[in-house]
């Protein structure tokens, strides 16, 4: 089993920063992707960005493409997205999800992610 835990979320201006971090305990080992994932009020969760855990590629949506970057603390096992020129329509909850190896589906496919965290809130204001 693992557990994924988000922090970092707040309220920031449009233009601005945020970091937000997914810190994954447990068997770790058994991760392939970590993924983020956000749902905006009357929407439908979408995929934001994932990074696979052992190799380090990241992997974007074309919406926050150039304005979103993945990293890792490896000592930590924990992921961060760190959200640059937020927009309005970033704000949402923000979801941290670890998905492991053997599992065929797309990395942008919610429903092929076993661990999610609680999430945390991202509002960006006007």
């Known amino acids: 089993q693992v557990q994924v835990v988000e922090f970092g979320g707040g309220l920031v201006q449009a233009g601005g920063s945020l970091r937000l971090s997914c810190a994954a305990s447990?068997?770790?080992?058994?991760?392939?992707?970590l993924g983020w994932f956000r749902q905006a009020p009357g929407k439908e969760r979408e995929f934001v960005a994932a990074f696979t855990w052992s190799v380090g590629s990241t992997y974007y949506a074309d919406s926050v493409k150039g304005r979103f970057t993945l990293s890792k603390d490896s000592a930590k096992n924990t992921v961060y997205l760190q959200m640059n020129s937020v927009k309005p329509e970033d704000t949402a909850v923000y979801y941290c999800?670890?998905?492991?190896?053997?599992?065929?589906?797309?990395?942008?496919?919610?429903?092929?992610?076993?661990?999610w965290g609680q999430g945390t809130q991202v509002t960006v204001s006007s």
């Open positions: 999800a670890g998905r492991p190896a053997g599992r065929l589906y797309h990395y942008s496919i919610g429903s092929s992610y076993a661990y």
């Open positions: 447990g068997r770790t080992s058994s991760l392939y992707y």
